[in-house]
């Protein structure tokens, strides 16, 4: 069925959330679909790039191949203050609120020119820069936290891969790699290829968001592994990507399509950790609402559980 998981996302409720390889997929069938905004990321010779949380890793991994400076919400005032080079900043937010309203406002008291990023065609962020340096990108209707169609879009916008490709790859190749008891263990470890380091953070906020501390995990890229990293023994599973050249114990072998990049690293990632949701207890469907109630008193603003 033509854009079967777009049509679950579009009508999920709170009683019947949707997993993270089902959103996964749904994003992919999005973007084969979507235009995505053209952004020049050679603005500037030395940007900041900032952003919170998957923003601050989807800069990090969009700007990688330039002469960038990475910061948060913690870290932007210093590093405007004292690194006199950077002649731009570069904000990412799906939401365009919360952190990124002080984020523009401060880039604007520095007099940097500022590009935003967002979801958000009313970003409350976008009210600190020019209209022309706002870029809205397309999305599905997700749950909170979830942020794949929003930084996927980000990603593809850079690395012009082919969603269509990713979606038919992961289906033909990725799902027939993937045991059925794959949620049967305490603890994973995830082994990428080098190339995508920076995707290591980004598995492991979705690890902590998903599962919080009921399971354990570890991702390292192959030369990493080489390292300390396996000492003690646990009821842990070895996901290599890609290649498995590194033997540590129990461990099955994802694909990855030739050549593939950050866009296609994400989905197949997002997809296997959301098989290993699937069969887990719904830790994180059961106390999402109530977790949006304490991070709304938080933030002073409204935070709702379905992102629309």
């Known amino acids: 069925m033509k854009n079967e998981h777009v049509k679950i996302m579009e ?3 709170l009683e019947n959330i949707p997993d993270l390889d089902v959103c996964t ?4 069938e999005m973007f084969s679909h979507s235009r995505l905004p053209k952004i020049n990321f050679n603005s500037c010779k030395r940007p900041l ?3 919170s949380g998957n923003a601050a890793v989807t800069g990090k991994i969009i700007f990688a191949d330039l002469d960038a400076i990475f910061a948060n919400e913690s870290s932007l005032s210093e590093k405007l203050k004292n690194i006199k080079p950077i002649d731009g900043v570069f904000l990412l937010s799906a939401s365009g609120s919360k952190h990124s309203i002080e984020i523009a406002k401060k880039a604007k008291a520095a007099k940097k020119q500022c590009w935003l990023l967002t979801c958000n065609p009313h970003a409350p962020a976008g009210k600190f820069m020019s209209r022309k340096n706002i870029f809205v990108f397309p999305k599905n209707r997700e749950p909170y936290t979830y942020n794949t169609s929003t930084y996927m879009g980000m990603i593809l ?4 891969e082919s969603p269509k490709k990713i979606k038919n790859f992961i289906e033909k190749k990725v799902r027939p790699a993937i045991p059925s008891d794959i949620s049967s263990y305490s603890g994973y470890y995830l082994m990428l290829p080098e190339q995508f380091d920076c995707m290591k ?3 492991t906020i979705k690890f902590v968001e998903l599962f919080g501390r009921r399971i354990a995990r570890d991702i390292f890229t192959s030369e990493q592994s080489r ?4 000492v003690v023994p646990a009821d842990e599973l070895f996901i290599h990507f890609g290649k498995s050249d590194v033997d540590l114990g129990k461990k099955i072998t994802i694909p990855l399509p030739p050549k593939a990049g950050y866009a296609a690293m994400m989905a197949i990632g997002y997809y296997v950790i959301g098989r290993i949701q699937a069969g887990k207890p ?3 469907k059961q106390n999402l609402e109530e977790y949006c ?3 709304s008193k938080l933030f002073g603003q409204d935070i709702l559980p379905v992102v629309e």
Not at 157 to 160: G, H, L, M
């Open 11 to 13: 009508n999920f409720t």
């Open 25 to 28: 997929l749904a994003s992919l």
């Open 49 to 51: 790039v900032v952003g």
């Open 157 to 160: 916008a850079k690395t012009k």
């Open 201 to 203: 953070e980004m598995f």
């Open 227 to 230: 390292h300390a990293t396996s």
């Open 282 to 284: 719904p830790w994180f």
């Open 293 to 295: 109630r304490k991070s």
